[in-house]
Nanobody, 119 residues
């Protein structure tokens, strides 16, 4: 199992930007697809974005397309989520997750980082 630690959350005004990082403690992160999820108060956890082991394939939830960019640096065992044009509805706890390539279950999760967007 991969140990994941998120960082970079905080309070930002609407229209601002944040970059989240997810550091993984594993020798070969390139064996894993990775993703970001979020959970707002009173709501279920939802998918935000994912990236393949090589970084060549990405996917985004519709509401963040064009505003968020997911990326990874396997040499640094780190994944990122650049969030621009933030909206109050982006307020949530953001979690990073990992799953072995060619599987469908997100088996490893971080502890989450809070993102709060004020209007």
């Amino acid at each position: 199992q991969v140990q994941l630690v998120e960082s970079g959350g905080g309070l930002v005004q609407a229209g601002g930007s944040l970059r989240l990082s997810c550091a993984a403690s594993i020798l070969t992160l390139s064996n894993y697809a990775m993703g970001w999820f979020r959970q707002a108060p009173g709501k279920e956890r939802e998918f935000v974005a994912s990236i393949s082991w090589s970084g060549g394939m990405t996917a985004y939830e519709d509401s963040v397309k064009g505003r968020f960019t997911i990326s990874r640096d396997n040499a640094k065992n780190t994944m990122y989520l650049q969030m621009n044009s933030l909206k109050p509805e982006d307020t949530a706890v953001y979690y990073c997750a990992a799953r072995p390539t060619f599987t469908t279950i997100w088996g490893s999760w971080g502890q989450g980082t809070q993102v709060t967007v004020s209007s």
